[in-house]
């Protein structure tokens, strides 16, 4: 039977020479060559039906010689031929009243020596019986991602900068063994003992401890926006594996339609209503169909090596198919996400709190001026039996207080100035940041809104018309009413329709997902 491996050729000289030699068999003789004739037995006996007696013209010439010319008549006709003349007139009348497979099935009993042309077997685009979810991805790459890991640790490195910054220094301390020269009122020290513990201004300790914790801001505003761009990313990826898919399935489906039309086109080829370049134009239209299937085959590779890598997964694993999303919708308008991107953007709040910790930079800067404090404890052990006085070998202790002075401004005004000047740049990256995210909102809105209704307009306008347009070229072509030229417009216009709108559903899907990594937010389940 008819194979969906292999496309059937039907070749023109077989079917009209044997239209002649089965209904003008008296009149039908055949100059052939002995060793042509042998050459045909040896292709498989395509003349089985015939049989032929040979008589030789120059019966004088020896074993030796070079074998002479002959000539070939029929000499018997087997009752099989009988058979085969009905059923090839049966086939002739038929043709213009069956469908063209079951014309082409037939064909191939009686002529099981056609030769065939082998096309590469397609079993599907996508082998992957099982599917995955957007939702399973993305915990996965919050769990294992080495961009969100690394963020989530500065992040928890940056909450302890609060301890360490608002932490006094390690206190000095020291032992002094005193030499026979050292004499008091009371007799000579021995020994002495001091501790020693420097005190910044408290302000000083405050402002560190406000920078620390901005700075803790805004490294957890950096891990958020990590997370959403391995997110946002793990969606774009997604969507390509959804489009890839998605496009797979409609190239497979067109491609069944151009391998139903090209038996429909052989079939009236073999019953001579039809040319051979129908034919050739539909197994055309099936390779074409093949090669698009290889090259989004290569595409889903790529995206799912890129998931892999997003995933932390080693490269060889294998994704499932993506479930078909639901269409976004437009429901927020545009200044209003523009208002919630400006108070919930992870890049703007993290710029904020850089911006407060250089505020709180330049307050410390400021407080140079003021000395810091040093206290400390001192102990001396003093020998006794030395002098008549009545204190004689009591021990010494004290408590030093020292402070710093501010006296070189040409390091406090410099730290003053830079301050200044770290503030200034934060404050303009903020502003950077606010323009960046006016662009991305728009843009993401402005593609989402022109992705969505080209989308609407093929599912509802040009895929249905196209469909329709298929339907009748077909029915027309199988009937003999309608050009194959036109069905094969019809065909490609149905494929173009169908990918077009596969497209811009991804696109929209993708477009969706930017407008949410730029407004900070999660806008809600998009509902169709």
Request: hydrophobic share 40%; aromatic share 8%.
């Amino acid at each position: 039977m008819y194979d969906d491996k292999e496309v059937l050729l039907v070749k023109p000289w077989k079917t009209r020479a044997l239209a002649r030699l089965y209904l003008f068999p008296k009149s039908t003789h055949l100059q052939c060559d002995s060793r042509r004739s042998t050459g045909d037995e040896a292709r498989g006996g395509e003349r089985s039906g015939c049989s032929f007696t040979c008589a030789s013209r120059n019966r004088a010439e020896t074993n030796g010689a070079k074998q002479g010319r002959t000539q070939c008549y029929e000499s018997e006709r087997p009752r099989r031929r009988w058979i085969e003349v009905f059923a090839i007139l049966f086939l002739l009348i038929w043709s213009s009243r069956g469908s063209g497979e079951e014309i082409s099935e037939k064909l191939e009993t009686l002529h099981a020596g056609t030769p065939t042309l082998t096309l590469p077997h397609q079993g599907g685009g996508n082998n992957f019986s099982e599917s995955i979810k957007l939702e399973d991805l993305i915990q996965i790459a919050l769990e294992k991602n080495p961009d969100v890991i690394a963020a989530r640790e500065e992040w928890a490195a940056a909450k302890k900068r609060v301890w360490i910054d608002t932490g006094l220094s390690d206190p000095t301390a020291g032992y002094d063994i005193m030499g026979a020269m050292r004499e008091t009122r009371v007799g000579p020290e021995k020994h002495r003992f001091m501790v020693e513990q420097e005190i910044p201004f408290p302000w000083k300790l405050y402002e560190k401890g406000k920078m620390a914790s901005e700075g803790a801001k805004a490294a957890h505003a950096r891990y958020r926006a990590v997370e959403r761009d391995v997110i946002t990313s793990i969606k774009r990826f997604y969507y390509d594996l959804y489009f890839t898919d998605a496009s797979i399935a409609v190239v497979e489906k067109v491609k069944e339609i151009m391998k139903r039309i090209e038996r429909v086109a052989a079939a009236r080829y073999a019953s001579l209503t039809g040319g051979q370049r129908d034919v050739v134009k539909a197994q055309i239209e099936v390779a074409v169909s093949i090669e698009k299937i290889y090259t989004l085959q290569q595409m889903r590779e790529s995206i799912v090596a890129m998931l892999n890598a997003l995933l932390d997964q080693p490269p060889l694993t294998s994704i499932g198919r993506a479930v078909e999303p639901e269409k976004p919708v437009l429901k927020t308008p545009l200044s209003e996400l523009i208002d919630l991107a400006l108070q919930n953007r992870q890049e703007i709040q993290e710029m904020e709190a850089l911006v407060e910790k250089s505020r709180h930079a330049k307050r410390l800067a400021k407080w140079s001026y003021i000395p810091d404090l040093k206290a400390g404890f001192e102990y001396t052990w003093v020998d006794s039996g030395t002098t008549s006085d009545p204190m004689d070998g009591r021990d010494q202790w004290m408590f030093p207080l020292r402070i710093t002075i501010p006296l070189w401004q040409n390091r406090i005004i410099p730290e003053i100035q830079e301050a200044r000047r770290n503030l200034l740049a934060t404050e303009a990256r903020l502003a950077r940041a606010k323009n960046q995210t006016y662009f991305e909102v728009r843009d993401a809105y402005s593609k989402l809104d022109a992705s969505l209704k080209m989308a609407t307009l093929y599912e509802t306008s040009v895929i249905p018309q196209a469909k329709i347009a298929l339907s009748s070229d077909q029915a027309g072509y199988e009937a003999g009413k309608e050009e194959f030229i036109n069905l094969l417009d019809s065909e490609r216009i149905f494929l173009n329709a169908q990918l077009s709108y596969v497209q811009f559903v991804t696109e929209a899907l993708k477009n969706n997902a930017d407008l949410v990594r730029s407004t900070g937010l999660d806008l809600g389940v998009p509902r169709k």
